[in-house]
């Protein structure tokens, strides 16, 4: 993704099903179809009110049909984050509608209450990536995956 957001492309729908992994280990996104490359100036990526992608993984800009850039993408992953940490998706309760309501409102369950063995910086980390203020994430997938590196062993 640090490639893609570097040629100025959002993917606007990061999920656990365009996240491919070969046999080798080589990690690849797909479904770059509602992807939007921004141009200079231009981070509008969608209309006004106009919501694109899956309710499950959507950033609160996103759902709120607000600009959208490679933050965006950085909550979904930290979505994705949360699931694997803790085996629970930080928002579900009720159809999609309610579930983007609750990435809104960003009042997810601390993954540390989920998973009590689950390290406590990861658990910011996490959190951080999850943050509904986007000035609050990681600014990109390179802080977000150097920050990772300390949980690497």
Known sequence: MT???????VHRDLKPANVLINQDGLLKIVDFGVAAA?????????????????????????????KVDERADIYALGVMLYEMVTGVPPY????????M???????????QEVNPSLPPGLAELVMRAMAVDKTK??????ELRAALERFRN
């Open 38 to 66: 921004q141009r200079e100036g231009d981070t509008q990526l969608t209309k006004t009110g106009y919501v694109i992608g899956s309710p499950k993984y959507m950033a609160p800009e996103q759902i709120l049909g607000k």
């Open 137 to 142: 994430r990681f600014q990109s997938m390179e």
């Open 3 to 9: 490639v893609a957001h570097q040629l100025g492309i």
């Open 92 to 99: 579900s309760r009720g159809d999609h509608m309610s579930v």
């Open 101 to 111: 309501y609750q990435h809104v409102q960003g009042k997810a369950r601390p993954p």
